[in-house]
């Protein structure tokens, strides 16, 4: 995934191989989740009548938790407070990750494609013996400005030429999920991460 992610870095666009190798990574990591609310029913719910469609549940609030639990996996909160609890303490009203992977995975099925921007942040730093500055886009010097002994530019925002200091512009580039407004390749290995910590909390309860 990285060279694909670095390749549309490059081309200064989101590519579909990017796009695809997202889509199926988040595709795959939500049927894991729904192949364990499967275990789950099977080893609580007793001889419910099992949904058509069962899905691990991910709700809001916490009443739309009680309800979707209720609703799907009878009886649970009573055969096992312990699971009932270790799914009331993943769902986004405790740890918004799974609410912002949740609404990756409806704009997937819906959109066909997760859709990302891509980003650029410039950071300038300044320095010289003894210390240094830095400052981003937000920042703006007014006449008569200097920084470490370096006159700054009003026009454009940079030190003059100068022998006193050294400058360095740093042009932070990366894409972001439009609908999450989270970057990319971290959100992708948190999701990783964080996909199974209720595995490994659940597994040995069913």
């Avoid at 490059?10 to 595709?27: A, C, Q, S, T």
């Avoid at 009878?74 to 009331?88: C, E, H, I, R």
């Amino acid at each position: 995934m990285q060279a694909a992610y670095d390749a549309s870095l490059h081309d200064k666009h989101v590519r579909e191989d990017l796009k695809v190798l997202i889509k199926n990574i988040f595709e795959n990591l939500r049927s894991y989740l729904d192949y364990l609310a499967q275990d789950i029913f099977e080893a609580h719910c007793g001889t419910a009548k099992k949904p058509d469609r069962l899905y691990f549940p991910i709700r809001a609030a916490a009443p739309e938790f009680g309800q979707a639990v209720a609703k799907d996996y009878p009886g649970l909160q009573a055969t096992s407070k312990v699971v009932y609890d270790l799914l009331d303490a993943v769902q986004p009203y405790q740890d918004p990750w799974l609410g912002q992977f949740n609404k990756l995975n409806n704009h997937n099925k819906h959109q066909d494609l997760v859709e990302q921007t891509r980003t650029e942040t410039r950071r300038v730093t300044v320095s010289r013996a003894g210390g240094s500055v830095s400052w981003g886009p937000d920042v703006t010097f007014g006449s008569g400005v200097s920084v470490v002994g370096a006159p700054i530019d009003p026009k454009t925002q940079m030190p003059v030429p100068n022998t006193v200091a050294k400058t360095e512009v740093v042009i932070w580039v990366d894409f972001r999920f439009n609908e999450i407004d989270q970057p990319v390749l971290p959100f992708v290995a948190a999701s990783l991460q964080n996909v199974d910590k209720p595995f490994s909390n659940l597994q040995p309860h069913v």
